[in-house]
């Protein structure tokens, strides 16, 4: 659990990690409400279903072997489509 400070404008900021852990990239839309027992706040994504940004995998990812050129993948693609793999 972290500890925030409250600015004058009412602003806190969120920690980096745990923003990774819910998925909250910069500039994602939250939606802040009272916990039901009225003890706290709870601060939710807004959209559910709304798409992310690729920013938010790093780190959620285990890369494996060597990175391929864009040019590889666009082979890989258009061999995918014509049936060979």
Sequence with gaps: M???ILSGKRQVVLPAELCRQVSLAPGARVRVE???DGEG???RSAGAGETK???VLF???KR???PLAVEDLQGL???RK???R
């Design 64 to 66: 494996r072997g060597k």
């Design 34 to 36: 009272l916990a039901p």
């Design 59 to 61: 780190d959620r990812v």
């Design 41 to 43: 706040i709870l601060v």
């Design 2 to 4: 972290s500890t925030m």
């Design 82 to 84: 014509q049936g060979k």
């Design 53 to 55: 940004p690729a920013s």
């Design 77 to 79: 693609a258009v061999a």
